[in-house]
């Protein structure tokens, strides 16, 4: 069974920076793609970013061009790079695998959620 363990979140101020990780174990990531999810207080969970097999990436249009998703498969690692930060990014924030198909992603439904790391942007 897989794990995946998240951590860098943290609070922070409109306009700053936060880099999260998400360390897998139990699986490869390199076997799949990859993708960083977040749930406000009282709303849905929503597909923040994504990384395929091939590495393309794709983003919600809510961040594109502020956050950057990648990985690292020497430290089986997915980090998300999070730019100029706003408070409607305040969030927990979840890492998880699947595969993509004609450019949607569809996670591995067997796989739990991590207990995810909390994002609050706030002056």
């Known amino acids: 069974q897989v794990q995946l363990v998240e951590s860098g979140g943290g609070l922070v101020q409109p306009g700053g920076s936060l880099r999260l990780s998400c360390v897998a174990t139990?699986?490869?990531?390199?076997?799949?793609?990859m993708a960083w999810y977040r749930q406000a207080p009282g709303k849905q969970r929503e597909l923040v970013a994504t990384?395929?097999?091939?590495?393309?990436?794709n983003y919600a249009d809510s961040v594109k061009g502020r956050f950057t998703i990648s990985t690292d498969n020497a430290k089986n690692t997915v980090y998300l790079q999070m730019n100029t930060l706003k408070p409607e990014d305040t969030a927990v924030y979840y890492c998880?695998?699947?595969?993509?198909?004609?450019?949607?992603?569809?996670?591995?439904?067997?796989?739990?959620w991590g207990q995810g790391t909390q994002v609050t942007v706030s002056s």
């Open positions: 998880t695998r699947g595969t993509t198909y004609r450019g949607t992603f569809y996670r591995v439904t067997d796989d739990y």
């Open positions: 990384i395929t097999i091939s590495r393309d990436t």
């Open positions: 139990g699986s490869s990531i390199r076997l799949y793609a």
